[in-house]
């Protein structure tokens, strides 16, 4: 099993948070990983993005320009990555402030309105979490029970408090995804 992975959106959506977490999930799974970064000065607003790869076998390079996962976030996301998608792969999208749907036919597309859920939660800072639950109903590459000792792991512990509405997050998202093709 190898799964390359793109996670994509505006700085404050969590992106980078997400993809720690996965990341260390998939360490706690006893897997090899690559969590890469990349994002510009601005902390909020400006575009992030984070590239996993989860693999059995060992990776050979963190550089990827396909994938078969992508989460994208935010509109200049759609439209940078979902050509990057390998054909068979997947594409999970939160509709919030999307343009367009996804054009391709030759992916699978996943709509989640992880924004609308987190505001109805009233906890739009678990957004990230609720998408991550979305991908790991459709794509379970590493277990639930390893996401959160990751995220308990990327908290400082002042903020473990959170772990239970994280927790809730992650099973709503995985209820409201929802596959449009």
């Known amino acids: 099993m190898k799964k390359d992975i793109i996670i994509a959106g505006f700085g404050g959506q969590g992106v980078l948070s997400m993809g720690k977490i996965l990341a260390y999930a998939g360490l706690l799974d006893d897997k090899e990983v690559t969590w890469l970064p990349a994002y510009g000065p601005e902390q909020r607003g400006g575009t992030a993005n984070v590239t996993v790869i989860i693999s059995d076998k060992k990776i050979a390079s963190p550089m990827l320009k396909f994938f078969d996962i992508a989460v994208v976030l935010n509109q200049p996301s759609m439209d940078k990555f979902e050509n990057s998608v390998k054909p068979g792969g997947i594409l999970i999208y939160d509709s919030n402030g999307m343009t367009r749907k996804p054009q391709r036919k030759d992916i699978s597309v996943y709509c989640i309105d992880a924004t609308d859920k987190a505001l109805k939660l009233g906890a739009q800072k678990t957004f990230n979490m609720i998408v991550l639950g979305?991908?790991?109903?459709?794509?379970?590459?590493?277990?639930?029970?390893?996401?959160?000792?990751?995220?308990?792991?990327?908290?400082?512990?002042?903020?473990?408090?959170?772990?239970?509405?994280?927790?809730?997050?992650?099973?709503?998202?995985?209820?409201?995804?929802?596959?449009?093709?």
């Open 134 to 181: 979305g991908l790991l109903k459709i794509e379970p590459m590493v277990t639930v029970e390893n996401v959160m000792l990751g995220l308990k792991k990327s908290l400082s512990e002042r903020h473990h408090h959170l772990l239970p509405a994280n927790e809730k997050a992650m099973q709503a998202g995985s209820e409201i995804i929802k596959k449009e093709n």
